[in-house]
């Protein structure tokens, strides 16, 4: 991966995506209907350093530590009516280190996955694309199942998570992974998958489609500063590089 171009893209859609969000409700790493009921056996072990509470280097914030806008933030991160895979057990658990920017990155999240008009296929290919790249075994647990769910060609998950060409598959599946791999890996977005983008999506999705990539790289860095870990009743679904 081009690191140069992979900070840059992260900071530059990061900082959109806080500065122009507004909206009422949460979701990040969330999906109706995803992950509901029943546990499988795990082989993994967490690090000595993971707090049990927070599945994380960071402890789980406490509304009583909280000044008054921060409790606040804690009520609308826990809203019985938040459709959330995690919890505070993920992502939205850290904006609580961060109050203010976290309810703007939760309410990005919101509108990007839910809100945009993106298909919810190329939404989650396009996630699986980022989480691949970024080596986020978090991202891809919590993912790969509701890839499936919403009807996923296998064949485009299986393409991803072993990193190989998507020639063969839907022509619309290996234009997103080819989008996606391109933006993290390269300095710069060719032109002839610029057009193929527009003419599939249109100009509008097209900044959708990148901002949220770019959302979902920049909770991938926030996972790997706090390891964020998997619960130990879920068996991890991403192949990591030895």
């Known amino acids: 991966m081009n690191q140069k171009g992979n900070l840059v893209l992260v900071f530059l859609l ?27 056996a795990s082989s993994q072990e967490w690090p000595s350093d993971i707090d049990p509470a927070s599945q994380s280097r960071l402890p789980l914030k406490k509304r009583e530590d909280l000044d008054e806008e921060g ?26 280190y961060s109050p203010k920017a976290g ?86 977005l060719s032109s002839e998958t610029f057009t193929q983008v527009v003419e599939e999506f249109g100009e509008e999705m097209l900044v959708t489609l990148s901002l949220l990539m770019g959302n979902y790289m920049r909770t991938a860095l926030l996972l790997r500063a706090v390891d964020m870990q998997i619960p130990l009743d879920r068996e991890p679904l991403l192949s990591m590089p030895e």
Request: with cysteine.
């Open 14 to 40: 990061s900082g959109v995506i806080f500065l122009g969000c507004t909206g009422n409700s949460d979701s990040e790493g969330a999906s109706p209907g995803a992950l509901q009921g029943g546990t499988i």
């Open 103 to 188: 309810r703007h990155l939760s309410l990005a999240n919101t509108y990007l996955r839910f809100e945009s008009g993106l298909d919810e296929q190329v939404r989650e290919l396009a996630i699986l694309v980022i989480a691949r790249e970024m080596n986020s075994q978090f991202e891809w647990t919590m993912h790969e199942p509701v890839a499936r769910e919403v009807g996923l060609d296998p064949a485009a998950i299986d393409v991803v998570e072993n990193n190989t060409s998507p020639q063969g598959l839907k022509a619309r599946d290996a234009l997103v992974i080819r989008f996606a791999r391109e933006l993290v890996r390269e300095d710069k």
């Open 71 to 96: 409790q606040e933030v804690y009520d609308f991160m826990v809203d019985p009516d938040a459709i959330t895979l995690a919890g505070l057990t993920g992502p939205r658990g850290f904006y609580l």
